[in-house]
């Protein structure tokens, strides 16, 4: 479907003053695929430098469909980039497929900011320049559609952005044309997803033009990344787009607060099951999690409870915890392991609930009596055996 725009005349970004590219490469009449807020900074950055003898002499912007989300799938939603590709008044296709479909007549070179469909061969081959990608890792390593989730999930403390050319048969195994200079970008401590996220996708945008002005898109491509060099002999990470399983609580190894906050910066909570009493199990979502500090003793009345961890489709382990549930200020601490590390829950709910205070959502899971930390399995399906 293609729905035609006027071009407007104002520009959020400020043009380039005169042509930056070199004199063999044509005006670039660009077809830009996107989705997320990471691609729409790079479309606001490339929307600037539209028209009147600048670097871009036409913009297209090509975005997946709408899909049904939210519980019971009853409402559509768009993604950013069409909304922002709207409010441009820029050309725009929606498709899910480049399947029996012909890019826009003249168009010279394809750009793909996190978009999620691969560009086929044959789209790639009717342009002059091929396509590049903004990719918010340091190529090869955190190949994948989630690189900087992964980044802090791994601890990383910093972040780059390459820009590469856009391979015929692989996602992200084109050349590295620009690449940001070690270490890269300092990731402030704490960051969420969503600050590290606009930190990247602002200094993508940049690259993306600056590469541009400097015809890094002309053949020969000449590799400029250096993070392959130092990746040598072993693997580089992959990057796979995280899911609800990945902020599964790991009663095994999750042992510090920092394995617990990793999580929380990514997905704001974690989630665990609980055995209430009565053998009922029901899924725990829990937010607002913090240590307990060294010299501190929590406070409240002690006992165990047991949480239920999912392994793989059918598998479960059933692990048993010292914890102090707090009814006067609504806390729960819970022991880590055996190495005395303690963590405080303030807030929680069952799932399909409302969030309580921890102490009221854990309370009746409690079971009176000092406890050990256990390990109690039962291999597939639910139900509480001692090991």
């Not at 340091?138 to 910093?158: E, K, Q, V, Y």
């Not at 050319?165 to 969503?194: K, Y």
């Not at 929590?298 to 009814?327: H, K, L, N, S, Y």
Request: hydrophobic content about 40%; some cysteine; charged content about 25%.
């Amino acid at each position: 479907m293609l729905l035609s725009r006027a071009r407007p005349v104002a520009f959020k970004h400020r043009p380039s003053p005169r042509r930056w590219f070199r004199t063999a490469s044509d005006p670039l009449r660009i077809l830009f695929c996107g989705s997320d807020d990471f691609s729409c900074e790079s479309l606001r950055a490339l929307h600037g430098e539209l028209g009147h003898g600048r670097l871009v002499e036409a913009l297209d912007v090509m975005v997946l469909p709408a899909r049904r989300a939210g519980r019971g799938r009853e409402h559509l939603r768009e993604v950013p980039c069409k909304a922002l590709a709207d409010m441009l008044q820029l050309p725009l296709h929606q498709r899910e497929t480049f399947t029996g479909w012909k890019v826009p007549a003249g168009t010279n070179l394809i750009v793909v900011v996190s978009f999620g469909l691969f560009v086929p061969p044959r789209i790639l081959r009717s342009t002059k320049y091929g396509g590049v990608n903004v990719h918010p890792s340091f190529l090869p390593d955190l190949r994948g559609p989630a690189p900087l989730h992964h980044a802090i999930l791994r601890g990383d403390r910093h972040i780059g952005i390459s820009l590469q050319t856009l391979d015929e048969r692989r996602f992200d195994h084109g050349v590295v044309l620009a690449q940001t200079p070690a270490p890269g970008l300092s990731v402030p401590p704490g960051a969420s997803i969503q600050t590290v996220t606009a930190m990247a996708a602002t200094e993508g945008a940049q690259m993306l033009v600056r590469g541009l002005r400097h015809g890094l898109h002309l053949s020969p491509h000449r590799d400029a990344g250096w993070k392959g060099a130092e990746l040598e002999g072993r693997t580089p990470m992959h990057a796979p787009k995280v899911t609800k399983a990945d902020s599964q609580i790991d009663w095994a190894t999750w042992t510090t607060m920092d394995d617990f906050y990793r999580r929380l910066r990514v997905f704001s909570s974690v989630w665990t099951r609980v055995v209430f009493s009565g053998g009922q199990i029901r899924r725990l979502i829990l937010q607002q999690v913090e240590a307990v500090p060294g010299d501190e003793d929590p406070v409240g009345v002690e006992g165990t409870i047991c949480f239920e961890q999912q392994d793989g489709q059918d598998g479960t382990t059933t692990w048993e915890r010292a914890v102090r549930v707090d009814r006067k200020s609504g806390d729960c601490a819970v022991r880590l392991g055996s190495g005395g590390v303690w963590l405080r829950f303030r807030s929680a709910k069952v799932e399909g609930k409302d969030w309580q205070d921890a102490a009221t959502v854990l309370g009746p899971s409690l079971s009176r009596g000092v406890g050990g930390n256990k390990r109690l399995t039962t291999g597939v399906g639910s139900g509480v055996s001692a090991r």
